[in-house]
């Protein structure tokens, strides 16, 4: 069983910056993939960014590309989401999932935190 804790959300101006962390509870954080998601009210559930057990592999979607960095600290069994340039459409409850292989559909993740709430207005 693997339970995550994000933090780290709030409200910032667009242009600023923000940086959420997910720590894990639970064996073998080291070989899972680690994801962050968000969800804007009315929309699904949607991919931001994947990062592979060891860090070497990272993907991003587009709409974060060149702004967001994900990384991770295998020591402190944490993942982290750094946001640059936020903009309005950022604003979402951002969650981090964990899975056993590599992927980046939501419905492949099967443990979830409970999510933060970033804010970012115009």
């Known amino acids: 069983q693997v339970q995550l804790v994000e933090s780290g959300g709030g409200l910032v101006q667009a242009g600023g910056s923000l940086r959420l962390s997910c720590v894990a509870s639970?064996?073998?954080?080291?070989?899972?993939?680690m994801g962050w998601f968000r969800q804007a009210p009315g929309k699904e559930r949607e991919f931001v960014a994947v990062i592979s057990g060891t860090g070497i592999n990272t993907v991003y979607a587009d709409s974060v590309k060149g702004r967001f960095t994900i990384s991770r600290d295998n020591a402190k069994n944490a993942v982290y989401l750094q946001m640059n340039s936020l903009k309005p459409e950022d604003t979402a409850v951002y969650y981090c999932a964990a899975r056993a292989d590599w992927g980046i559909s939501p419905n492949q993740y099967p443990y979830w935190g409970q999510g933060t709430q970033v804010t970012v207005s115009s």
């Open positions: 639970g064996r073998a954080f080291g070989s899972r993939t």
